[in-house]
């Protein structure tokens, strides 16, 4: 039996499909409609096939053959315009499900899309990106496929199934009973089968994304897994979660392959008893032979549905399950709404202020303990101290990025709590430790989230950033397409990002360690043109290398979430204390 959290994920994922579907009512309406015209056209088609049987035999005597070939004709054309228009029918359902399939899986696409942009970043701190791609992916084409060739399915199944059932009374009682009573069996079986297999569509898909997530990972990873000689722990790794994948895709895949063969065996079953039960009836003169053959049609149009209703419900349980992940992911939640924030820094002088703040990326574990600082505009701050002392979760701080659990952070005395995110990231430029470029041109990624700025002026700071020549020697110059044909090295990419930075000109900036790629004359390139970029600047630069931020005017000294010491380098070293100690430690 589903326990509750599974009733409860399956209700969420039924609410989900059903969302999406009412979009379209009105389209899925008269595809349901089509779709039961058609199946109409068929149940009753097997009446007229009887008529022509007993027109048949009743102009078969014995002085001779007589048959109403009028008659036939007219029955004839009936049937024939009848299985005419079922085939477009069934055309017109197809093309408006498949139209709605296609929308539902865009909007999905674009409501994932949408909710990536208003999850906060802890989210992907505690879930793999692999997961999440495969939601966007895999889950969403299930949902759309399954639904396309489910819902048609389904309703021709009831439809055709109902109306056998009252074609079939209508035309001989005691036949109808045995027709239902051999299908009655099939019933049963599928109700157990349904209730087992849901469980295992849902295992499956998890255990997909498991695989997706894997190989995501160790893909762009594949450079250290070469160099560490992991291949076998990677193909281990990958086979646990491909047999998990496997082991689930079979029983569900079992399960719900039981209900095709045996609606099957159900239905010959059901054909063999009209057969003999309307032999036993014809030779006891209670029917005429027609009436067996209308029957013979009849039982396959009504077990049929069976096995339509087995495939339908199969595909339902796929689409369930998948829907349950996009809806889990969709329900996450999301960063606090701003919409009614009316306080805005246009013109920023660069003060900040922080003030007894406290920090932690879990409530049982606090990083940041009470911390206070107080930087003037234009003032070049570095944050130093060893691994895991707070200094990029202050900066992430800073971006707001994370919310604070106690205290206030400060710009020009507005609280940062006050402005909307949009208006913070105006505010600050960031390079990061970790590149990222995208697959554009160079123009493109220098002009992320920017517009208008000319080529002169990107040249001009690929110039000050080292990177003119490397621009000028690429075949399309800020033209060229940055991609996995173009070979970038890890120092021209944190060139690339630094040259994004600047032109952002934004007053406040943050540099995390942003010289760590160049090599040493490299470096002293970078610290010029930053020099110049963080003149009049309130700049916050996390650094190793101790000799890159010797000139700050301020240097906080972090450990274990505290400022221990502040000062600039000289006042530092005059305290012969933890900077100090740090700073001899990379010269000895």
């Not at 069996?185 to 209730?195: A, D, E, H, P, S």
């Amino acid at each position: 039996m589903p326990n509750k959290k599974e009733k409860k994920n399956t209700r969420l994922a039924v609410d989900a499909i059903v969302s999406y579907c009412k979009r379209y009512w009105l389209l899925l309406v008269i595809a349901v409609l089509c779709a039961a015209a058609s199946a109409v056209f068929s149940v009753i088609s097997p009446d007229y096939i009887s008529q022509i049987t007993a027109t048949i035999q009743n102009g078969i005597g014995i002085t001779g053959v007589n048959i109403d070939m009028g008659e036939i004709a007219r029955i004839g054309g009936i049937l024939i315009t009848m299985y005419g228009a079922g085939g477009v029918l069934g055309y017109l359902q197809a093309f408006l499900l498949n139209y709605i399939s296609c929308n539902m899986g865009k909007k999905m696409r674009s409501d994932i899309s949408g909710k990536i942009n208003r999850t906060p970043l802890n989210y992907y701190d505690t879930h793999n990106f692999g997961d999440t791609l495969s939601r966007v992916t895999n889950d969403v084409d299930t949902v759309s496929q399954s639904v396309n060739s489910s819902i048609v399915t389904l309703v021709s199944a009831v439809v055709t199934f109902f109306g056998c059932m009252i074609m079939m009374f209508a035309t001989e009682w005691r036949m109808a009973l045995t027709a239902i009573g051999s299908s009655l069996v099939g019933f049963l079986l599928m109700g157990g089968i349904m209730g087992k297999s849901q469980k295992y569509f849902s295992a499956r898909q998890q255990s997909l994304a498991e695989v997706n997530a894997h190989i995501e990972e160790y893909y762009a990873g594949q450079n250290i897994v070469r160099a560490y000689n992991a291949e076998p722990r990677n193909l281990a790794l990958f086979q646990e979660r491909n047999e998990k994948l496997r082991r689930h895709t079979l029983r569900a895949e079992f399960l719900s392959g039981l209900m095709m063969p045996f609606m099957g065996f159900v239905g010959n079953l059901g054909y063999v008893a009209v057969c003999i039960v309307g032999a036993a009836l014809a030779f006891g003169g209670s029917i005429q032979f027609s009436v067996v053959v209308a029957f013979m049609l009849y039982v396959r149009l009504f077990t049929s549905p069976l096995s339509q209703l087995a495939q339908g419900v199969s595909g339902m349980q796929s689409a369930v399950a998948a829907s349950g992940r996009v809806a889990e992911f969709l329900a996450e939640e999301e960063l606090s709404d701003e919409s009614g924030k009316t306080e805005k820094l246009d013109q920023v002088k660069g003060d900040v202020t922080f003030d007894h703040i406290s920090f932690g990326y879990t409530p049982d574990k606090t990083i940041i303990h009470d911390f206070s600082a107080e930087i003037k505009a234009g003032q070049k701050v570095a944050i130093v101290g060893p691994t895991g002392a707070g200094k990029t979760t202050l900066v992430n701080l800073l971006m707001r990025f994370y919310e604070l659990n106690k205290g206030h952070i400060f710009v020009d005395g507005v609280p940062l709590d006050s402005l909307t995110r949009e208006n913070i990231h105006d505010i600050f430029g960031m390079v990061l430790q970790d590149t990222w470029l995208f697959e554009g041109s160079i123009r493109d990624n220098l002009n992320f989230g920017k517009t208008n700025i000319s080529d002169e002026k990107l040249m001009e700071i690929c110039r000050q950033c080292g990177l003119k020549h490397f621009v000028d020697t690429l075949p399309e110059g800020l033209d060229t397409v940055l991609s996995d044909n173009l070979t970038v090295s890890a120092g021209q990419k944190q060139l690339l990002t630094i040259a994004r930075a600047m032109a952002e000109n934004a007053p406040v900036l943050i540099l995390d360690e942003a010289t760590s790629s160049v090599d040493t004359r490299t470096e002293a390139k970078i610290q010029k043109a930053m020099n110049a970029l963080t003149a009049g600047r309130t700049s916050f630069v996390i650094a190793h290398r101790l000799s890159t931020i010797k000139d700050a005017g301020l240097i906080l000294y972090m450990e274990g979430g505290d400022v221990k010491e502040t000062g600039n380098h000289e006042t530092l070293m005059n305290l012969h204390g933890r900077y100090e100690t740090l700073y001899n430690s990379q010269f000895a």
